[in-house]
Nanobody, 116 residues
Framework: QVQLVESGGGWVQPGGSLRLSCAVS????????MGWYRQAPGNERELVAR???????NYADSVKGRFTISRDIAKNTVYLQMNSLKAEDTAVYYC??????????WGQGTQVTVSS
């Protein structure tokens, strides 16, 4: 069974940085496209970053230039480095597969709060 465990969230001031981690078990992540998603109250869940099997990365326009997705195959872990955070980035962040390679059961996510 695939398990996705997100961590690293917290509270930061605008302009700050956080590094999120997604520990994955049950699959080997290099065989899947992996993404980071976020959902704020009242909003739909949105894809913010994705990394493909070929290490191609894609970002939502709202985070481009500020967020970086990466992975450590040995640790079977996906990361999201978030810099220059804005209040609009406040959300629960989740990792998962994608529409191409398929989704797994969603984890609990990790809360990111950006405010003064």
């Amino acid at each position: 069974q695939v398990q996705l465990v997100e961590s690293g969230g917290g509270w930061v001031q605008p302009g700050g940085s956080l590094r999120l981690s997604c520990a994955v078990s049950g699959i080997t992540i290099n065989f899947y496209h992996m993404g980071w998603y976020r959902q704020a109250p009242g909003n739909e869940r949105e894809l913010v970053a994705r990394i493909t099997r070929g290490d191609i990365t894609n970002y939502a326009d709202s985070v481009k230039g500020r967020f970086t997705i990466s992975r450590d195959i040995a640790k079977n872990t996906v990361y999201l480095q978030m810099n220059s955070l804005k209040a609009e980035d406040t959300a629960v962040y989740y990792c998962n597969g994608d529409y191409n390679t398929g989704y797994f059961q969603w984890g609990q996510g990790t809360q990111v709060t950006v405010s003064s």
